[in-house]
């Protein structure tokens, strides 16, 4: 096989910092992810005069989907940094970072309207 064929991520080994550094970031994203869905079986289990329930289920199932596409991310940008760092090459950018940060804003905002509507 040919030196072009290999898959970079089996090249050289990394310095042990970095790569533990890159698997500490996956490790935090799926924290949240496990935040997310923590969240949406609270708001689901825990909250039944927050909102009525076909607002209840949908918030509690977009935060669900959030925290299984956040675990999914998580994985690939995880392998694209690996690989990455393997080729010698630059760190992938990634937009999750700015969907996640909307989808944490307007979920605070949804959730804050609905406090102070129940509140009244």
């Given at each position: 096989?040919?030196?072009?064929?290999?898959?970079?991520?089996?090249?050289?080994?990394?310095?042990?910092?970095?790569?533990?550094?890159?698997?500490?970031?996956?490790?935090?994203?799926?924290?949240?992810?496990?935040?997310?869905?923590?969240?949406?079986?609270?708001?689901?289990?825990?909250t039944p005069d927050l909102a009525p329930v076909?607002?209840?289920?949908?918030?509690?199932?977009?935060?669900?989907?959030?925290g299984a596409g956040l675990g999914v991310a998580?994985?690939?940008?995880?392998?694209?940094?690996?690989?990455?760092?393997?080729?010698?090459?630059?760190?992938?950018?990634?937009?999750?970072?700015?969907?996640?940060?909307?989808?944490?804003?307007?979920?605070?905002?949804?959730?804050?309207?609905?406090?102070?509507?129940?509140?009244?």
């Amino acid at each position: 096989m040919a030196a072009e064929d290999e898959d970079p991520a089996d090249r050289e080994e990394l310095d042990y910092r970095f790569t533990l550094a890159n698997e500490r970031t996956f490790l935090a994203w799926i924290r949240t992810a496990l935040a997310l869905l923590a969240g949406a079986v609270g708001l689901d289990q825990l909250t039944p005069d927050l909102a009525p329930v076909p607002v209840r289920v949908v918030l509690s199932v977009a935060l669900a989907v959030g925290g299984a596409g956040l675990g999914v991310a998580a994985y690939h940008r995880w392998v694209r940094v690996e690989r990455a760092m393997r080729a010698g090459g630059p760190l992938p950018a990634t937009r999750t970072m700015l969907v996640l940060t909307v989808c944490v804003a307007v979920a605070a905002a949804v959730f804050s309207v609905l406090i102070v509507g129940r509140s009244r």
